[in-house]
């Protein structure tokens, strides 16, 4: 995983300026973080971790470098880290989409924790239904965090919690 | 000098010292005598003086000779009597019979392998006893199958109590009556009494472990007795005995499945994708289940198990109320399936780890060794250098339960010095 922090401009599609030379230099983006709150001389930080293949990474690393400058677009910091984020499979029982499941996809979103995949099983929609989430959470967030944050949603929403 | 000496030569090397110097004195005065009356004084005296302690030294030699062997004769006496354990077994039900079964074939090769004797004395039912203080023989009471209570030594409405065992005899007992999840009784009060008494314990009761675990301990280290419990956890697995074979490691993780129905439950709905009701009844139907499988389904029997281990194991000092339990009968089969579909089974899972004790439904990875079929048990524990070390092995039954009795009663009678 790599984690790249830059300042960019606070005007429309200056984030896109940062995303294409990314996924043009094969990076799988994880995640993006807007720090509005640290917002200076209109410049806001935002910080992205992706993956480049291990045979790439050098290459792709230096181009993307160059391209950013390029841009102007000021890196901060690049660094790289064995797991940025990892992930944790959780199975819910229970009245999964009746009690919202958008909203406790928004829930976990608003904690950093991403749910890049989801399967259900169910008979009809108002009937117990099975819903299997990928959960992706980031490094500086511990798996029992993680575990008390979708346990709360389970407990209030009554469904039936099953992890990896 | 004098002491050294003692413990060196034998008593016949002593006496002919004795014996030799003696005669050097003779020799050595006779010359002496002729070369002046001041000297031979002397000699004289030093003659004397040197029988004298010669003789002391012998006598204390004999006394020791005479002692040693008088121990000798007194200790191989001792060993023909006290040789034999003299048992009470608590509880003639599955486990008590499987235990008198095993006992009754194995005596030849108990007395072969381990110079081991043994003399069942009293079997306590819930209402009354048998006590026979020359031995109750095995064979005829087996063979009145449910009519025991028929054999001419059988009381009536006798139990486990401080005033009956000191009459009887025993030095040690076999608690394998059914557990009261709450209280762990009666079999608390049994195993209490026994060490208390002094009488060492063998035990397939969990319920009290659970419960006063540390408690017991205490009891029997304070009455010098010695106390297994090995049967209470996976039954014949030797789990909680590994412990000393990893002296040299440090325990850091267990993880287990140690409840035998709910594992049928969910091997059977991973199988054939059925419904939680259906595998219950089908379980209920094979025996694998009682008819109310509530201990075992919402996952209070492995939650006793595990506490069980973690102390043991992990030296921690935990009860049943430390455990955060959840049962099985909320997993569908579709969320089997979902688990399927990603390379996971789901199990019931007793996990001991960063202080705290857990029960619940989690996703294994299909080829975890942990993923084991039917009634089985498996533990699997984490150690700071030997790694992962996994047991498995049939968690219940009563002929597996009897046999790990059996360990502990020969672990005992080794220590004890009744079996060799
Ligand atoms: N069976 C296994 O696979 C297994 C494995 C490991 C550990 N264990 C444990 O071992 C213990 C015995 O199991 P089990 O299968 O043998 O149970 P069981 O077949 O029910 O036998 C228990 C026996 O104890 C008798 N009993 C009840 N209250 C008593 C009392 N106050 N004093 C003396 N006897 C009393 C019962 O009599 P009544 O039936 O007439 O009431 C019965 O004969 C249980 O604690 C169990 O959890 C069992």
């Known amino acids: 995983m790599i984690f790249l922090e830059c300042l ?34 209109n410049m806001i930080p935002v910080s992205v971790n992706f993956e480049i293949p291990e045979e790439l990474i050098e290459a792709s690393l230096e181009r993307l470098k160059k391209e950013l400058t390029e841009k102007n677009i000021h890196i901060e910091k690049l660094t790289m880290g064995d797991k940025t984020r990892q992930d944790l499979i959780v199975i819910l029982t229970g009245h999964v989409f009746d009690t919202d499941i958008v909203d406790t996809i928004k829930r976990l979103a608003a904690k950093n924790i991403k749910v890049p995949e989801l399967q259900a099983k169910f008979t009809e929609i108002s009937e117990i239904s099975n819903v299997k989430l990928k959960l992706v959470y980031p490094e500086s967030m511990t798996e029992h965090d993680l575990i008390q944050e979708i346990s709360s949603i389970c407990k209030e929403k009554n469904l039936f919690l099953i992890r990896t | 000098m004098e002491i050294e000496f003692l413990h060196g030569p034998n008593l016949i090397q002593i006496l002919l010292l004795v014996f030799f110097k003696f005669f050097i004195l003779l020799i050595e005065s006779y010359l002496n005598l002729n070369n002046g009356k001041k000297k031979s004084f002397n000699i004289y005296y030093k003659l004397i003086f040197n029988i004298i302690n010669y003789l002391i030294l012998s006598i204390l030699k004999i006394q020791e000779y005479i002692k040693q062997n008088e121990l ?29 079964k095993i006992l009754k074939e194995k005596r030849q090769l108990l007395k072969n392998n381990f110079n081991m004797n043994y003399k069942v004395i009293a079997i306590f039912e819930y209402d009354g006893a048998l006590i026979k203080k020359d031995g109750i023989d095995i064979d005829s009471l087996l063979k009145k199958g449910d009519n025991y209570r028929e054999l001419p030594f059988w009381k ?91 002296i040299g490691n440090t325990i850091t993780q267990i993880k287990a499945i140690l409840n035998g129905t709910c594992n049928y439950i969910l091997s059977r ?52 109320k430390d455990v955060d339990v959840r049962g099985i009968s909320g997993i569908t089969p579709q969320a089997i399936e979902l688990a399927k579909s990603d390379g996971y089974v789901i199990k019931h899972l007793a996990i001991a780890e960063n202080d705290k004790l857990l029960v619940e439904p989690r996703l294994l990875e299909r080829n975890s060794p942990l993923n084991i079929s039917g009634t089985l048990n498996v533990i699997e524990l984490l150690t700071d250098y030997a790694g992962p070390i996994v047991l498995m092995g049939r968690g219940a039954g009563g002929f597996e339960a009897a046999s790990a009795i059996l360990n502990g009663l020969i672990d005992i009678a080794k220590k004890r010095g009744y079996a060799k």
């Open chain 2, 269 to 320: 709905m991973t199988a054939e994708g059925i419904p939680f009701d259906i595998a219950l009844k089908e379980a209920q139907e094979l025996g694998f289940a009682e008819a109310n499988p509530s201990l075992d389904i919402d996952g209070w029997d492995a939650a006793g198990k595990l506490v069980i281990l973690a102390n043991e194991l992990l030296g921690w000092s935990k009860s049943i």
């Open chain 2, 72 to 100: 000798k004769l007194y200790k191989s006496d001792f060993t023909v009597n006290s040789m034999e354990i003299k048992i009470a077994l608590i509880g003639y039900g599955n486990v008590g019979a499987s235990l008198l």
């Open chain 1, 8 to 41: 960019i401009p606070d005007h429309p599609g200056s984030l896109i300026e940062l995303i294409k030379p990314i996924s043009n230099n094969h990076g799988n983006i994880y995640g993006i973080l807007h720090f509005h709150d640290r917002k200076k001389e």
């Open chain 2, 156 to 246: 009536d409405g006798i139990t486990f109590t401080n005033e009956l065992i000191s009459t009887i005899g025993i030095n040690l007992c076999i608690e394998a009556t059914p557990t009261n999840p709450d209280t762990g009784e009666p079999a608390l009060s049994h195993i209490k009494i026994a060490l208390n008494n002094g009488i060492d314990v063998v035990a397939s009761n969990k319920g009290p472990f659970y419960l006063e675990y540390d408690k017991i301990k205490k009891l029997a280290k304070e009455n010098n007795s010695y106390v297994n419990y090995e049967a209470t956890v996976a039954s014949c697995v030797p789990i909680l005995s590994l412990k000393n074979n990893l």
